[in-house]
């Protein structure tokens, strides 16, 4: 973490949950719970915390299969603010309807963290939706309108932003529908942003990204792979992938690559080199495969490599002459 480059303006942390397949009865953990995919099969469910700008994973819980997509979410981010420490300002917690939570809410308010969530499409939400009479049109298809709403159990009343939408035949509409408004689909987030309407769903839809960090780890380290009969065994191997994600994005970062690389990216551009070991004359030449790349197009990257501040191996560093 003490590597990532600073932002003035903050990170954008984004929560979310994924399941991991399992067969078998075997492991531990391994329980039916929320399987889309295959429903019936027992599967873990694993929390993540990703720090969307710098692709890094803050923190990740293995939970048994059973486990609600919020379940523990406010002990989860004390852990991952415990780790953050004072390394700057989260400008803003994004999460899906799964972690629409006073607690979680009333965490973050305490800390003075904004946050922008998917409300939870209550019947008392769809009620207040409805009740909106100020819409402003972006375009002729959306509309933004927001409201304050005060659910049961709440100490306060929180402002909620909806997005509307026309329905066309041309193009599927994202969000839920109401009885009342069958000509709409409607998307409701809850935040303690004072921004528009239209830029609280703008930013919110950044969060999108935080499937393609989950998908690299799954296709591309093989997080789900990695199955163990011991709980706490196969939480070692999954914490292992999560430290392994961020060494690359690290390797990425010092290397000079001005843009984020997939894993398997970086492992077919950069890793891997077709290489020849060859005498010429009286020195011994090391040829590099030209599909690698050339020695002019990745000479930058290996002078990163070799000028990075902090050493690789002490058995790489030059020994004086005698």
């Known amino acids: 973490m003490e590597r990532l480059p600073p932002r003035a303006e903050g990170h954008s942390l984004d929560l979310d949950s994924t399941v991991f397949e399992r067969h078998g009865q075997q492991q531990e953990g391994a329980l039916k719970g929320y399987n889309p995919g295959r429903q019936g099969r027992v599967s873990h469910h694993p929390l993540l915390a990703v720090l969307a700008e710098g692709h890094f994973v ?17 002990e989860f981010l004390k852990e991952a603010l415990a780790l953050w420490g004072e390394r700057g300002p989260l400008r803003v917690v994004r999460a899906d ?9 009333t965490f973050l308010e305490e800390r003075k963290i904004p946050y922008i969530v998917v409300a ?41 932003v909806a997005v509307r939408e026309r329905i066309r035949d041309s193009r599927p509409s994202v969000g839920k529908k109401l009885i009342d408004l069958p000509e709409y689909t409607f998307r409701v987030l809850v935040t303690s942003l004072s921004e528009t309407p239209e830029e609280i769903w ?10 393609n960090r989950i998908a690299e780890l799954k296709h591309d380290l093989g997080a789900d792979r990695f199955c163990l009969k011991d709980f706490h065994a196969t939480d070692a191997v999954f914490r292992s992938v999560l430290l392994l ?7 990425r970062r010092a290397s000079g690559m001005p843009q984020h690389k997939e894993p398997a990216t970086l492992r077919s551009q950069v890793f891997l080199c077709g290489a020849e070991l060859t005498h010429v004359g009286s020195e011994i030449v090391l040829a590099l495969s030209t599909g690698w790349g ?3 197009r990745r000479i930058s990257l290996l002078s990163s490599i070799l000028s990075w501040v902090f050493l690789i191996s002490p058995k790489l560093v030059l020994a004086a002459p005698a």
């Open 97 to 105: 309807a799964g972690f629409f939570d006073k607690e979680l809410f």
């Open 58 to 74: 803050m923190h990740g819980w293995l939970r048994s299969g059973n486990s609600g997509t919020g379940r523990g979410v406010t």
């Open 202 to 211: 703008r930013d919110y839809n950044h969060r999108a990204d935080m499937e």
């Open 120 to 160: 939870r499409f209550t019947k008392w939400v769809k009620r207040e939706v409805t009740r909106i009479v100020n819409w402003r049109a972006l375009d002729e298809n959306y509309s933004v309108g927001e409201c304050e709403i005060r659910l049961m159990g709440w100490d306060k009343a929180r402002r909620f």
């Open 245 to 251: 994600y961020n060494l690359l994005s690290e390797f």
């Open 294 to 296: 050339g020695l002019q």
